[in-house]
């Protein structure tokens, strides 16, 4: 089975977004995770406020560092804009870089443009 690795610094957002829209509509045809270089002790709140408006639950998913293991566990590699912050883990293996937004500290309305986003590329990944 295929496995998408969705990798962002805190692993409490972007990656979290892409990986439940991933796995929600893949159907189990495909499998992501996600992790993060340095994560975070949890989801940002109001990630998972917008994702809930979007009919998912990532409440009480928690953040995960970024192993060997998981890197080689992954077919793709997906970055999710991080290397604003200078700590991008794009620099570990191959990836993909979607060059997305933080929505930490965001306003409501640009944490959902930012989640509206994530669930677009989802889906275009998916119909590769």
């Known amino acids: 089975m295929k496995t998408v690795l969705f990798v962002c610094v805190h692993n409490s957002g972007r990656s979290q977004m892409a990986e439940a829209f991933f796995n929600q509509l893949a159907r ?54 991080c290397g604003v912050e200078g700590v991008c883990p794009a620099s570990l293996v191959p ?13 409501l309305d640009r944490v959902r443009e930012i989640r509206d986003e994530i669930r677009a590329r989802v889906v275009r990944l998916l119909d590769c």
């Open 95 to 107: 990836a993909e870089d979607w060059g997305l937004e933080d929505p930490k500290g965001k306003p």
């Open 28 to 81: 189990g045809n495909a499998k992501a995770i996600s992790a993060g270089t340095d994560p975070a002790d949890r989801v940002d709140p109001t990630v998972a406020t917008v994702m809930a408006e979007a009919g998912i639950d990532i409440s009480g998913n928690k953040p995960k560092s970024l192993t060997q293991d998981t890197l080689d566990s992954a077919s793709r590699v997906i970055t999710m804009g």
